[in-house]
């Protein structure tokens, strides 16, 4: 009765409007354990407190602060606390339009992956998930962290990143970013309309203009959102005629690079008349 007293769970699962993402789970679990089980989805897992220890095809592996787990499909595999506080863990289901079947095999003989990029990639990832309106940035940042994990699993040599220069390529997206800057573009509509793979689209636009596709995006929301705002429209009104969410998003982001909240700005025009 006293180790289920102790017990503590906490969950968050959604499913994001993500291509290629089934589903994003977090969890802190302090004792509870994981019968063998499968999944029908690639299992992208990584633990910020605490560790777990698993069995997957019949061997014994664990998940140190700085190792990202992929687990493949199909394959049974278990999971229990491996320190005495348990684990908080944050795990994103893909499906095979992100990693094939093909890679099943290399996962099982290696699930646990050291690599610090990776990692801090991953966090980021969830961090953008869980914020309404950043579907651009997630779906550019799952498309770079799938690359390294093909890159892992077939021990490709060379460096993932390496930027391949491709300006012409970079002009494409940026005048597709400027004619949809209210609706905006999802990565894979982006990269079918040009006709290149979403990596090296990603990779060919930040080469040639320092910056990430979802940031010039949103730093383009913003000089609208400044016009609207100076012009006296309501900063809710602002945010869905600029392409955000909603007004939470649109003043995170206008803060982040104005320094000032949307309100604020807004109210500085009128006190000095205008500019």
Do not use: C
């Not at 802190?28 to 997957?56: C, F, K, N, Q, S």
């Not at 700085?66 to 944050?90: E, I, Q």
């Not at 080469?207 to 990430?212: E, K, L, S």
């Amino acid at each position: 009765m006293g180790s289920e007293r102790n017990d503590r769970r906490s969950v968050s699962a959604w499913r994001p409007r993500v291509p290629g993402v089934v589903e994003v789970f977090h969890a802190h679990y302090t004792e509870y354990a994981y019968p063998m089980h499968v999944h029908d989805a690639w299992t992208l897992l990584i633990v910020d407190d605490g560790a777990v220890r698993y069995d997957l095809d019949r061997h014994e592996h664990g998940t140190p602060h700085d190792t990202v787990s992929l687990l493949p499909p199909h394959v049974p595999h278990n999971g229990s606390p491996a320190t005495p506080d348990g684990f908080r863990k944050r795990v994103l289901y893909l499906d095979a339009s992100r990693l094939g079947d093909d890679l099943i095999g290399p996962a099982v003989d290696g699930p646990d992956l050291r690599d610090p990029v990776l990692r801090r990639r991953v966090g980021q990832l969830h961090a953008a998930l869980a914020l309404p309106g950043e579907e651009l940035e997630a779906e550019s940042r799952l498309t770079l962290i799938g690359e390294r994990l093909h890159r892992h699993l077939r021990h490709r040599g060379g460096d993932a990143d390496a930027v391949r220069r491709d300006p012409v390529l970079a002009r494409r997206l940026r005048e597709l970013l400027d004619e949809r800057v209210v609706p905006g573009i999802g990565l894979e509509e982006a990269a079918w309309l040009v006709s290149a793979h979403p990596a090296h689209l990603v990779r060919a636009f930040s080469g040639a203009y320092g910056i990430a596709p979802h940031q010039y995006l949103t730093s383009r929301r913003i000089d609208r959102a400044r016009r609207l705002l100076l012009a006296g429209r309501p900063v809710a009104d602002v945010a869905g005629a600029t392409g955000f969410y909603d007004q939470a998003h649109l003043t995170r982001h206008f803060k982040r690079l104005v320094g000032v909240t949307p309100g604020r700005y807004r109210g500085s025009g009128r006190r000095t008349g205008g500019r």
